[in-house]
Nanobody, 124 residues
Framework: VQLQASGGGLVQAGGSLRLSCAAT????????MGWFRQAPGKEREFVAA????????YYADSVKGRFTISGDNAKNTVYLQMNSLKPEDTAVYYC??????????????????WGQGTQVTVSS
């Protein structure tokens, strides 16, 4: 499975971006998909996840109410809509795929495949 993240960029505080993560070499609907982010000098942290069913989503408290994760099975793509962006959202954003859903969605070790990351920069 290969994951290709895109959609990052530079935006002013209060603005919006939509990240995309296209999966190839596998069936997207069979994976739990997650988004993580890593700011300079910090650990990679959980942002959002969506279960294989597509009906259950999870969010970090820091993004709840501002970010929305969704999936398009026909396009094998998962999205992260980010609204009301803040400077503290600045990071490299990574998408990831979990084949088994056997571990907590928050744990990086639960995910089997990772995309290359896309930079999001929010200016104040």
């Amino acid at each position: 499975v290969q994951l290709q993240a895109s959609g990052g960029g530079l935006v002013q505080a209060g603005g919006s971006l939509r990240l995309s993560c296209a999966a190839t070499g596998g069936t997207f609907s069979r994976y739990r998909m997650g988004w993580f982010r890593q700011a300079p000098g910090k650990e990679r942290e959980f942002v959002a996840a969506i279960r294989r069913s597509g009906s259950v989503t999870y969010y970090a408290d820091s993004v709840k109410g501002r970010f929305t994760i969704s999936g398009d099975n026909a396009k094998n793509t998962v999205y992260l809509q980010m609204n009301s962006l803040k400077p503290e959202d600045t990071a490299v954003y990574y998408c990831a795929a979990d084949l088994s859903e056997s571990s907590s969605y928050i744990r990086r070790s639960a995910y089997d495949y990772w995309g290359q990351g896309t930079q999001v920069t929010v200016s104040s």
